[in-house]
Each structure stands twice: as C-alpha cells, then as structure tokens.
C-alpha cells in the first residue's frame, strides 16, 4: 500500500470520527433536495413531463424540458450519500451486511410492494393469490418507484467489493473512473446520436456496464467527493458552470430528437450528463451548508425531515397516483396558483409533507419505525 493511500485512509478515519460526534447536516439536506425531486419526477404530464404538452421552440417548452432533464439527479445524488455513509466501514463483516442490511431492505421491499399489491386487490385489479404477487415481485415490482430499491439491494451486495475499492484506490484512480464514465456514458451516446443518429454503435464487447452501472458509479463517487476532494468555492463555481453547460446539451439533444425522428414522448437524453448534475448538486450543497451556521432549531427539523426521506419516498405513490382526494387537491392548487409549474412544486411539497407527518406517526410503532 503506497503512502499516499495510507494518507488518504488515516484522512477517511478522522472524518468518520467527526461525523460520529456531529450529524452532518449538509448530507440530510441533500436527502430531502434527492427526496423533493423523486416525487416531482413521478408527476408525469402534470409537472415532470410538461414540457411534452408545450409548443415546440416556446419559451414554455425549454424551461419545462430544463427542469425535467434537472430532476433527474435524484436518484444518483441517493447512492452517492449511501457511499459517502456505508463505504468507509470496512470492518463491517459479511454476515453483519446481510443481516443488519440486505435483509431488513428485503423486509422492506416485501412488506411495502404488499400493501401496494393490497391496494390493487381492494380496486378490483387483482385476484388474491400469493404466487402472483411473489412471481411479480421478482421480475417486476408493484411500485414502479420501487425499482430503486432493488437497485440499492444490488448495491449492499456489493458493498464488501466496493469498500475494498474505494479504500484502496489513490486519487488519480477516481478521476479515472469518472472520466470512463464521462467518456461512455455522455460523450460517445451524443456524438453517436449528432453524427450518425445511433445507425451505429460501439462495439458491445466493450460495454463498460460493471463499472458505470448505478449501484457501482455511483456509491464510489460519492465516497470521492466525501472524502477526496477538497471542495472550495472556485470547484463549486466551476462545476456549476459545467452543469449548466451540460443541463442545456440535453435539451438540445432532446429538441433535435423531437425535430429529427419526430419523437417528443420520452426522457432519451435526460440522462446523459446526469453524473455531471449529480456531482455539482453534492458538492454544492455540502459547500453552501458547511459555511451556514444555523440554529439548533433549524438543525434539528432538518434531521427530523431527512430522517423520513425513506417513508416519504416508500407511500409517496399511494398519495399521488392512488388516491384520487389527491388528485382533486392537485386541481384546487392549480386553480390557485395558476401556473402549471409551479402548482407540481406545490402539490410535491403538499404530498411530501403529509407522507412526513404519517412516518414520524409511524416511527413511534415498535416494528413499524424499521421499515420506514
């Protein structure tokens, strides 16, 4: 092992130290950003996928397709905070992460993906039948959001590979993998798509899938941007810059696939840059909020909400998509904000805060809190 990683290790210790004696507020805040906007990504044509009912070259239409193409860092800026968290505990055993881990998220998937399944019995749209909601559950899910959950289960199972990973790669490494990605996942697919319209592809013998895959890419940076790269004001204006950069790539490529192949009805390129918009959005908000002195107060409503992130993110479908007293609350902030927007933001913030409230109820239930 060289001095620099042995270095960068004794770093990784000290901060892990720090942050057993102080809750980092930055890393809550970021899951309640991450959390605000999985649910305005699931309002489809009400918010999230607007921009498909504006008219094309409309100002309406680009800041639509912008904020659509925004949203999508969601879901990766979660992995990144799970690496940031559980990458460093490398004395952690293999039975510990499969008891104390893998099999409490299963508990997890299983129960919720029931009451969904419940649910869909009571309306009517199934038969009760256990084969099939098992069945289904292994090839598909009950809850089309709940496809992160399997995601994250295939992170945890690979969670004693990557803790090696990370904790023995030095830096230059790091940069090497986000360049891969960068390379394979934004650049070639955009050249392919500018040049020949995707006629051609890469060779498939050289897919680079294990290591730009979500639970893999993902966790890894974040354990980077946590623990290696020291984050000032010029990387953050700088990431900034590239971000917006970037942000406006996509909706050029997304405006020359709806002009080009006459296609305007889905997300083709809403993730092309989506590790670039992750990134920023991590070190962003850790730089803004490591500066920030906020009260005790302030501080401990934030932990209270970001402690909930999980129940708001497990029955937030049920409220938006199930139950339709929600959909006429959707109507009556539309009518009062006037904005087709900014009513999503609203009726997102509306659905948030009621699932916030019903978990901190159900966190006080002996075996209910572990599974919200």
């Known amino acids: 092992m060289t001095k620099t990683i042995v270095q960068e290790k004794n770093a990784v210790t000290n901060k892990e130290i720090n942050r057993k004696e102080n809750k980092l507020i930055y890393l809550e805040i970021m899951r309640i950003v991450a959390c605000f906007f999985v649910l305005f990504n699931h309002t489809g044509t009400w918010g999230h996928t607007l921009f498909q009912t504006s008219e094309i070259n409309s100002l309406e239409y680009w800041i639509y397709l912008f904020i659509s193409i925004f949203c999508k860092f969601s879901v990766p800026l979660f992995l990144m905070i799970s690496g940031a968290l559980l990458l460093p505990k ?21 129960i919720w993906s029931f009451l969904y399944y419940l649910y869909e019995v009571f309306l009517g749209n199934e038969r009760f039948n256990l084969l099939t909601f098992f069945s289904k559950l292994y090839y598909d899910y ?36 986000y360049g891969i990605a960068i390379v394979t996942l934004s650049i070639i697919p955009t050249l392919q798509y500018i040049l020949v319209n995707d ?36 990387l953050v204006i700088g990431a900034l810059i590239i971000n ?37 959005i991590y070190i962003t908000i850790k730089y803004i909020f490591t500066k920030l ?6 501080n401990k409503i934030i932990i209270s909400i970001g402690s909930c992130t999980l129940g708001i993110y ?59």
């Open 90 to 110: 490398e004395k952690e055993s293999l039975r510990e992460v499969w008891k104390k881990r893998i099999f409490k998220i299963l508990l997890i998937l299983v």
């Open 142 to 177: 009950w809850n089309f959001s709940y496809w992160y959950i399997y995601c994250y289960i295939g992170f945890l199972i690979c969670i004693p590979f990557l803790r090696v990973l990370v904790n023995n790669l030095e830096n230059k490494y790091f940069y090497y993998m």
């Open 199 to 234: 006629k051609y592809a890469i060779n498939w013998a050289l897919n680079m899938g294990w290591l730009t895959t979500n639970f893999v890419l993902f966790p890894c940076i974040g354990y980077f941007l946590e623990y290696r790269v020291q984050i000032n004001k010029k």
């Open 244 to 280: 917006l950069i970037t942000l406006i790539i996509s909706c050029q490529l997304s405006y020359l696939k709806t002009i080009r192949d006459c296609y305007n009805g889905g997300e083709y390129f809403h993730q092309t840059f989506v590790l670039i918009n992750s990134s920023t």
């Open 293 to 298: 002195n906020l009260s005790e107060k302030t």
């Open 314 to 372: 497990l029955m937030h479908i049920f409220f938006m998509r199930k139950f339709n007293f929600f959909v006429k609350i959707f109507a009556t902030l539309g009518n009062i904000i006037r904005e087709k927007m900014l009513t999503a933001f609203a009726f997102c913030i509306f659905v948030m805060g009621i699932c916030y409230i019903i978990t901190l109820l159900l966190k006080k239930i002996p075996f209910i809190k572990k599974i919200v």
